[in-house]
């Protein structure tokens, strides 16, 4: 069946567009580590009619009538991801992973209050406190980072800046490290200086869901995720948390809500309004698909895919930040090379490696150029790869990285050895 047959006749520019971009990611392999594939099931539910309602408030509790349908779509994402993650309060109407974050944020912080996070330049996001972010300007960043030398988190380091620093929040997350967290560590310090402690699971929920990560949801006030990325699901966000606040008595004295409250007001209407119910629909979807065991095998084989891939990069004398992996990422150290991380990702990109360019612990070169390049796994065990293909993946990288700065001849014979191979796996939401 032809798809978007309406878009085709009424607008065939965008119509053209969405095509090659579909074309182009069923040719070329995707390792940017934040993105996967959503199935056709999430696809549809994302362009259904649910789209045309606006439903201010909560399921049982809106502003406008005619929602109890819609009542139940959100009750039904809620229910989904409350057994998919084994928590106590969910709230699925965040945009996405960013305004899920200021949520968060704003839940449990005043203006000015302290936040300790991993700085973006150190494999920690935008929202944990960065200074051009709303979390560096509306709060005070404490920051803590990987050891520049073994590239891991050291806890102990963790502990020593929170007693000196004692942030009113402290985050555990990272979009570009390799490593399992210690939630329950993380916890220990949380606990020993009235912090709340907040997850940020977008990268690793997949994992997390299949078992090969810590779970953050027994030692978290609050865990944040996207949708999308590993999840496979819509672009979006969400949020996990414990009901009760344990520390209401020192911070909110005098308040009525529990943190489950907070969040849901912080949300709604905080920041903001209508939620996006054709969204929240395929988050559903998506949920229900993460909860079977084929999703926790695809979960499985992203680490195996990963550690494979880094053990053959490493046999072809590629160095990895950190030594390798246990997650879903892997970052390349181009740090004795000539060559920078943003020459290397630009000729993966030329011969179908589509990545991003990274700055790697120790870095002595600027985030606009980097020594590392960032690789992940969730898109290519989506479509069905295993241990042979992470060996092929390893080979042209190492073409590449051979000629890095004359790629312009090797890219078109690699471009189309990877089209022939991805042309042999089916992909979720494409074919
Ligand atoms: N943009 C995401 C990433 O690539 O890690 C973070 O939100």
Redesign the pocket.
């Known amino acids: 069946m032809e798809r978007y047959p309406h878009l085709k006749e009424s607008d065939p520019d965008v119509y053209a567009l969405i095509q090659k971009q579909t074309d182009y990611e069923a040719t070329t392999l995707k390792m940017?580590?934040?993105?996967s594939f959503a199935s056709f099931s999430v696809l549809e539910a994302c362009g259904s009619t649910l789209t045309n309602k606006y439903a201010e408030g909560y399921p049982g509790a809106r502003y406008y009538e005619g929602n109890e349908i819609v009542d139940d779509v959100e009750s039904l994402a809620i229910a989904r991801a409350r057994k998919l993650f084994g928590c106590e309060h969910v709230n699925v109407q965040p945009c996405?992973?960013?305004p899920a974050n200021q949520a968060a944020s704003r839940a449990v912080m005043n203006h000015g209050d302290k936040v300790m996070g991993i700085p973006v330049t150190d494999g920690g996001?935008?929202?944990h406190g960065w200074k051009v972010n709303f979390s560096g300007k509306d709060y005070v960043q404490v920051p803590y980072t990987p050891d520049p030398q073994t590239g891991r988190i050291d806890m102990d380091q963790v502990r020593e800046i929170a007693k000196k620093e004692r942030p009113r929040m402290i985050w555990a997350g990272t979009?570009?490290y390799p490593h399992q967290l210690d939630y329950k560590a993380f916890a220990e310090i949380a606990r020993e200086i009235d912090a709340y402690l907040v997850a940020d699971i977008?990268?690793i929920n997949g994992l997390i869901i299949a078992g090969v990560h810590p779970d953050p949801v027994p030692y978290c006030d609050i865990v944040t995720s996207?949708a999308h990325?590993m999840l496979r699901g819509p672009r979006a966000g969400f949020i996990l948390s414990k009901i009760e606040d344990r520390l209401r008595p020192k911070y909110y004295p005098e308040s009525k809500l529990n943190l489950a409250q907070r969040i849901d007001r912080t949300v709604f209407p905080g920041l903001q309004g209508g939620p996006h119910l054709s969204i929240i629909a395929a988050m559903a979807v998506a949920f229900k698909e993460a909860d079977t065991e084929s999703f926790r095998d695809y979960g499985r084989q992203i680490v195996k895919n990963a550690k494979h891939l880094a053990a053959a990069l490493q046999n072809r004398g590629i160095e990895l930040a950190g030594g390798g992996t246990d997650t879903h990422l892997l970052l390349l150290d181009f740090r004795k090379e000539e060559f920078t991380g943003k020459d290397m990702s630009q000729a993966l990109a030329k011969a179908g490696i589509i990545a991003?360019f990274n700055l790697v612990p120790g870095d002595h070169r600027s985030p606009f150029v980097t020594s590392g390049v960032?690789l992940g796994t969730p898109a290519l065990t989506s479509m069905g790869m295993k241990e042979p293909e992470m060996e092929k993946v390893a080979a042209w990288i190492d073409r590449v990285r051979n000629k890095v700065n004359r790629i312009d001849e090797e890219a078109p014979k690699i471009r189309a050895e990877i089209a022939e191979l991805c042309g042999q796996f089916t992909i979720p939401g494409i074919r």
């Not at 940017?32 to 993105?35: F, G, L, T, V």
Request: aromatic share 0%; no cysteine; net charge positive.
């Open positions: 940017i580590a934040s993105e996405s992973g960013s996001h935008l929202t979009t570009a977008a990268h996207t990325k991003n960032r």
